[in-house]
């Protein structure tokens, strides 16, 4: 596919007016909306912020590539737009941009509009492409240059037999335009050293040119330019540069100066004492195990929450054949979404948390381990024990095995690790675990329901502190996983009192910059907005940018207003047995759809009041 067939006369603006990034931004969106390539505006729009808040797509040189890659694309589109005066785009060079391409991709984009985006994004390293396009007057001469221009490419050497070569990885979080830039940017700056480079891409579609493991034995360094997490055990005893993808596109000499030096210190891989990323790898590494048990297993527990909680619309006991209210309808409602969504929530937890740990030989020893938690009664704690005990045995039957001959190699997979992992797992689940956990987890259980209405109220403000504190960090989801963990148990107070409070910091900022505009410069206010679509999805982290700018007033702020949603929610006794959804879920909530629209909106309205008291007027 060629870039014109995504740039095409109809997404071209030759004049951007104003010289502010969000002016910027919203006409290149609208072009795109004109054009017929996008569905919904305000989607669009907030995706393409939420990338900018990761890191400025303003690459330097005068170029800026915002993109996102959302449902509410109908079609990829590029939309470019030229400034002659430039904008103020808070580029990495801190200079104006003067050539924006906004890219727009689809969820579900193929791998041919990726590789054309990809294309797009080292074509705009070319010096004169980038003269010629700010020179052009017309929408035909932009294509003409363009179409000129999109057979050129940099191709990746074999290096196999190479003993000097560098070698390098690129990622970005969207992987459709600073993963392919960084590539090309490497590329073609190796080219001019004559030094033979070959790079791999972590883009949206998946990992390409991936390196070879005599390539990283013969290669002198490795340079890793990513803001995602890529595989590095493969590169241990090497000297690895980690730096972020920018830093590929603008300093790509002086990361291969660097790596022909090998001025870097070298991977000792993820069980060893090696650089600071290490290091932080380490100790982060309980919570990253545990979050991708958590999060593999909320499709789970949001699918089956929602459709036990439509069966119960029909009725409490509507599903059971002997009750007045029985109902066919909810009957299967409540055995897709109880008996079998919510019954794998916990073999899910402990399965992916064993992946996580031991990769996947020990999925079926985590998973085997989550049933006889979730069978014995041990919930979801047994689950997390499961998965991390399961992760763990695996290892130390990797160590075990280790002195295998090389014969065997083929059934430690299949066999071996399989067979032992699920018994040495099992045995300890039944026999060690499953009875002491279980007895917590009933403890807990009964705890929890039997609240009086003081300590009920004094859980949901530690929960709504919880999850306003660092909005999407650690302890943010130490409440959210609290919750997620109860519903398992039948216990949907405190996950109805999570939400509430995970909705406020986003509103609370929005109605903040709607009733006191005089605190906030033009760029907030228009930020503000886009916080009423993420706080009503549930989507705390689009308090993110305001409490960054302004923490000592905006988070407390925000803290109280969680607190007192998580407070009023608790003290209603509202149930909750979905875990995400924002307001498309709050008409499932039991014992009280009208009192928990008016915790959110108290504790909202709190929020917005102490900020615009504390806050200082704008200038």
């Known amino acids: 596919m060629k870039i014109i067939e995504l740039l095409t006369q109809s997404t071209i603006l030759l004049n951007i007016e104003g010289n502010k990034k969000e002016e910027a931004i919203d006409q290149l969106v609208d072009t795109l909306l004109n054009a017929g390539k996008i569905t919904d505006r305000s989607a669009f729009k907030t995706a393409i912020l939420k990338r900018e808040e990761l890191s400025t797509t303003g690459i330097g040189d005068g170029i800026a590539i915002p993109h996102a890659k959302v449902q509410a694309v109908k079609e990829p589109a590029i939309a470019f737009g030229k400034s002659i005066s430039g904008v ?43 003269k010629q396009l700010l020179s052009a007057n017309t929408k035909d001469e932009i294509i003409n240059i363009i179409e000129s221009y999109d057979q050129e490419s940099f191709e990746n050497q074999d290096v196999s037999n190479k003993k000097n070569a560098v070698i390098a990885v690129t990622g970005c979080p969207t992987g459709i335009a600073h993963t392919y830039m960084a590539a090309d940017s490497l590329k073609a700056k190796a080219t001019e050293m004559g030094i033979d480079i070959k790079v791999e891409t972590n883009g949206s579609g998946g990992a390409k040119n991936v390196l070879t493991k005599e390539e990283i034995e013969n ?181 075990v095995f280790i ?70 960090g650690p302890v943010n989801k130490a409440a959210y996983v609290f919750g997620t963990g109860l519903l398992a148990s039948g216990v949907y107070e405190p ?71 998580g407070a009023m929610s608790m003290a209603f006794g509202i149930g909750l047995r979905a875990p995400h959804g924002g307001i498309f879920v709050v008409p499932l909530v039991e014992h009280g759809v009208l009192q928990y629209a008016l915790s959110i909106l108290i504790g909202s309205v709190t929020a917005a009041l102490l900020i615009g008291f504390l806050k200082k007027p704008v200038k």
């Open 403 to 472: 002195g295998l001959p090389r014969s065997l190699e083929g059934i430690k997979s299949i066999l071996l690790y399989p067979l032992f992992g699920i018994a040495i797992t099992g045995f300890i689940m039944l026999f060690a675990v499953n009875k002491p956990v279980g007895l917590l987890n009933k403890e807990i259980t009964h705890l929890l329901t039997g609240l009086g209405t003081g300590n009920a109220i004094l859980l949901g403000i530690v929960l709504g502190l919880m999850m306003a504190f660092d909005m999407g």
């Open 219 to 399: 290669a002198v360094a490795v340079i890793v330019a990513a803001d995602i997490n890529v595989e590095m055990d493969r590169f241990k005893g090497k000297h690895v540069i980690q730096v972020a993808v920018a830093d590929g596109i603008r300093r790509p000499q002086q990361l291969i100066e660097r790596a022909l030096k090998q001025d870097a210190p070298v991977y000792k891989g993820k069980t060893e004492t090696g650089d600071q990323g290490q290091q932080k790898e380490q100790r982060t590494g309980f919570y990253k195990h545990l979050m991708n048990g958590v999060s593999n297993m909320l499709p789970f527990v949001v699918g089956g929450g929602i459709l036990i909680a439509i069966c119960f619309m029909f009725g409490y006991n509507s599903f059971k054949p002997d009750d007045p209210t029985y109902n066919k309808f909810a009957e299967a409602l409540m055995t897709i979404g109880g008996g079998n969504a919510f019954g794998l929530i916990v073999p899910v937890l402990a399965g992916f948390i064993a992946l996580s740990i031991a990769d996947r030989p020990a999925f079926a020893p985590g998973m085997v381990g989550g049933m006889l938690a979730a069978s014995g009664g041990a919930g979801f704690l047994g689950g997390i024990i499961a998965g991390f005990l399961a992760g763990y045995t695996v290892i130390l039957l990797k160590k």
């Open 495 to 565: 996950m109805a009192a999570i939400m509430a409070a995970g909705m406020v910091p986003p509103l609370g900022i929005a109605i903040a910059t709607t009733l006191f505009k005089n605190k906030f410069n033009n760029e907030d206010r228009d930020a503000g907005k886009a916080c009423y679509v993420m706080g009503l999805s549930f989507i705390t982290e689009g308090a993110i940018p305001f409490a960054a700018a302004d923490p000592l007033r905006v988070i407390p702020s925000v803290m109280i207003g969680s607190a007192v949603a």
């Open 88 to 130: 103020d785009y808070q580029s990495l060079d801190g200079q104006p941009a003067h050539l924006f391409f906004m890219i727009a991709a689809p969820e579900g984009a193929n791998d041919t509009h990726l590789k054309a985006l990809a294309r797009l994004s080292g074509l705009l390293m070319n010096q004169e492409v980038r």
